[in-house]
């Protein structure tokens, strides 16, 4: 019942897994400073949400990329490259803060070009996954690594919170790339990964399009797509947090809001061994869903803070198993030289759902209630979720 530690026995695994512990915390100290600047320079939020869209596009186009890039070469060397742009990229944000600059653009740029070497580090780090650990751990290597991830998301915050009034957010950018150092020496410890069948190859238009046509051809991965997309853009309530917090809580729940969300995640990663030997993966991704989408329900006609708290920490873990099997699916139903473009593909939808969804949530809010615009939501990612189980069970 609890954690599967099964695939921290290899050894290449381990070190990348721990390393993760460091670079994901590193990653969270910059995710808050960069909007806190953005917003200091120029008084607005408009610009706080420039920002998600100028990264959105670059990281999109990288993960394709990257994806693509995975398949035809040592995936080793690419993760390398991109780990490591990743912490030049957080020495450059430190350079501008030290110097004193005052530049949006300079700021939007560095931000733009963060994020497009992250997407493409996500689609080859995926790929690299199945390569260390046996099929039958791949479950379980999931669940430790979204563990991580959801783990960095409640502490990071808190920690920017801390250390932002006595060091500065110059110091915080350094922190991170001094954290990357971590993920940048285990990679350097992997085993050579060369592309298996697709060596020589080049990575272009035309093969990222084959990555589509062969995700158009098999239902039970368009089904996976499906079932994250509409879980992510029907039901994540996000972006009507603000406005819950104004009129059904206080204004300083926000807070418990987004921590209780990351904290069932981490809950069910602490629990991860109930699920992660389950076999029918596409069943287990259509009741995460179901069960995703009544937590988010549940959360829109919730009355008090506690009630509030405990749907969304239901929610949070639902939504750690349905990564965990969606990513286990697209790495055990490929060959080995198609997995990096298909994460590539899954990373562009994984980030694309909440983003269209937050717009999808704030106008359902301001039109129809933030309460109706959640629940309603949830309702709608229920019936997906079952019309999912039926065609799973086909």
């Known amino acids: 019942m609890l954690v599967d530690v099964r695939p ?30 953005l917003y200091g320079f120029t008084g607005s939020s408009a610009y706080v949400g420039l920002a998600g869209l100028v990264g959105f596009a670059p990281m999109a186009a990288a993960a394709l990329w990257g994806g693509a890039l995975a398949d035809v070469r040592d995936r080793r060397r ?5 780990t490591a742009g990743i912490g030049v990229t957080s020495l450059l944000l430190w350079a501008q803060a030290r110097a004193g600059l005052r530049s949006v653009g300079v700021l939007l740029v560095l931000v733009g070009v963060q994020q497009a070497l992250f997407g493409a ?28 991830v959801m783990s960095a998301g409640i502490a990071g915050p808190l920690l920017a919170g801390v250390l932002l009034p006595v060091v500065g957010a110059r110091t915080l950018y350094l922190a991170d790339a001094v954290a990357v150092c971590a993920t940048v020496w285990a990679v350097w410890r992997l085993p050579p990964l060369p592309a298996l069948g697709c060596a020589g190859k080049r990575a272009g238009v035309r093969e990222i399009a084959d990555g589509f046509r062969f995700v158009a051809r098999r239902q039970v991965l368009l089904l996976v797509y499906l079932a994250d997309f509409a879980a992510l853009f029907l039901g994540l309530p996000t972006a009507l947090f603000p406005q819950l917090a104004q009129e059904t809580f206080q204004p300083s729940d926000i807070g ?50 506690v009630a509030a708290a405990g749907w969304l920490a ?58 109706w615009a959640v629940t309603g939501g949830g309702l709608l990612t229920v019936s997906v979720a079952i019309v999912l189980l039926l065609l799973f069970l086909r």
């Open 256 to 305: 418990v809001l987004y921590a209780a969300l990351s904290a069932g995640g981490v809950l069910a990663g602490l629990f991860s061994g109930a699920f992660t030997r389950v076999g029918r993966h596409g069943v287990a991704v259509a009741v995460s869903v179901g069960v995703w989408g009544l937590a988010v329900a549940g959360f829109g006609v919730a009355g008090s803070l």
């Open 78 to 82: 690419v993760l390398l490259v991109t």
């Open 121 to 148: 580090n996500a689609a080859v780090g995926r790929a690299v996954v199945p390569r260390l650990v046996p099929p039958e751990s791949l479950a379980a290597a999931n669940a430790l690594q979204s563990t991580v």
């Open 314 to 371: 239901l929610a949070g873990g639902a939504l750690l198993v349905l990564g965990v099997f969606r990513r286990t699916v697209l790495q055990t139903a490929v060959p080995d030289g198609m997995r990096g473009r298909l994460q590539g593909i899954d990373t562009v939808v994984a980030a694309g759902g909440p983003r269209l969804g937050d717009l999808a949530h704030g106008v359902a809010g301001a039109t129809f209630g933030a309460g």
């Open 8 to 37: 921290l026995r290899g050894g290449a695994f381990r070190r990348l897994w721990a390393a993760g512990l460091v670079t994901g915390l590193g990653a969270q100290l910059t995710a808050v400073v960069v909007p806190l600047q």
